[in-house]
């Protein structure tokens, strides 16, 4: 295999969030010691329930915020801790792409000098920007006379195909893509991600895809990170994970896929999740999931168990 574009090395995002009866700072353990790769090329598909830390890891890897702790090593280059301006040439290397395309885009912009603002602010010369938000245009499925119009006359698909062709502006390598169809209708859906798919083929991009929708997860990345609570619990190719789901959580999580076929459904085994998502405020010591954990032993509410490889690429978190 190629080397890596990006390694993750025990990437911890902390927020402070007020103080404790001690007046000691109390802190938000976002993303506490998660490590893995992103190679060439690859879709990487990030999944877990709401407020595990997903667009955290994703913010911190394109450097909108500065890791608490960690190591991002972009081609061997650790851009942890560089500070806002030498940060400057590897964020032009990275993007992010929205759930909501519409909040993103300055409603007073033409299409045009929206695509073309990331050039400008580089001090592009003029005509090359009109010659490269031409290409992109047609990259991303628009269409030349829309140039001149304003977001609020598309669609949503529409503008999602906006933000993106600004987001390919200055050519980068990789896109952060958080929940980039979550708004869509579901018709719409499939065309953005077969584009997302063919730029990827055209372009060779590296993509960090966080959705809550399993199955397109599943259909788009090549391989998928579980996180539960800050931490990554399961690691692998994204036929494995699917097929051979080991860590506990990960079972909770694929079993509540809605099944279409209704007599599967009736067959198959939900496994509903007890007991409270704890706060990552001071988490107890432990798997971060013992709390809700069916096949809880004494040791894991006392060890954090460390990943280790299961089966070759195939990474798990779990005392069991
Ligand atoms: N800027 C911030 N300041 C303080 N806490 C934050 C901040 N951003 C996120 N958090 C907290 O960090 C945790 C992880 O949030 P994050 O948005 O990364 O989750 P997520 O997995 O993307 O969730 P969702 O699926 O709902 O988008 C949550 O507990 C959230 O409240
Ligand atoms: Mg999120």
Redesign the pocket.
Same mark, same amino acid.
């Given at each position: 295999m190629a080397s890596p574009l990006i390694e993750v090395r025990s990437l911890k995002m902390y927020?402070p !969030?007020g103080l404790s009866l001690f007046g000691r700072r109390k802190l938000?353990k976002?993303v506490d010691d998660v490590s893995f790769d992103l190679y060439p090329g690859e879709t990487f598909g990030l999944v877990?329930?709401?407020?595990?830390?997903?667009?955290? !890891?994703g913010r911190t890897l394109v450097r909108l915020y500065r890791p608490t702790g960690g190591q991002i090593l972009y081609q061997g280059t650790d851009i942890a801790n560089l500070d806002e301006k030498a940060v400057l040439p590897y964020r032009r290397k990275m993007q992010m792409i929205f759930q909501d395309p519409y909040a993103s885009l300055n409603p007073r912009m033409t299409v045009s000098s929206i695509i073309g603002e990331p050039m400008r602010l580089q001090g592009m010369p003029q005509a090359e920007i009109t010659a490269r938000v031409a290409e992109l245009v047609e990259q991303v499925g628009l269409k030349k006379d829309h140039l001149n119009r304003y977001p609020h006359e598309f669609s949503g698909g529409q503008r999602q195909r906006i933000g993106i062709a600004r987001s390919l502006a200055m050519r980068p390598e990789f896109i952060v893509c958080d929940?980039p169809i979550s708004a869509l209708d579901v018709s719409i859906q499939a065309q953005v991600i077969n584009m997302l798919e063919e730029l990827q083929d055209s372009l060779g991009i590296t993509y960090l895809f966080?959705s809550?929708d399993l199955s397109m997860v599943r259909h788009i990345s090549h391989r998928v990170g579980v996180?539960y609570l800050?931490h990554m619990v399961e690691l692998a190719s994204a036929e494995e994970l699917y097929s051979n789901m080991q860590h506990p959580y990960t079972q909770a999580l694929m079993s509540a896929v809605p099944i279409a076929d209704p007599d599967l459904a009736q067959q198959a085994n939900r496994i509903v999740l007890q007991g409270d998502v704890p706060?990552?405020i001071d988490p107890p010591p432990g798997c971060p999931f013992a709390s809700r954990c069916r096949y809880c032993k004494p040791v894991c509410t006392e060890v954090n168990p460390e990943m280790r490889e299961v089966a070759p690429g195939h990474f798990l978190a779990c005392h069991l």
């Open positions: 927020f !969030v938000l976002a877990g329930e709401s407020g595990c830390g997903k667009t955290t !890891v929940e966080v809550h996180m800050g706060q990552p």
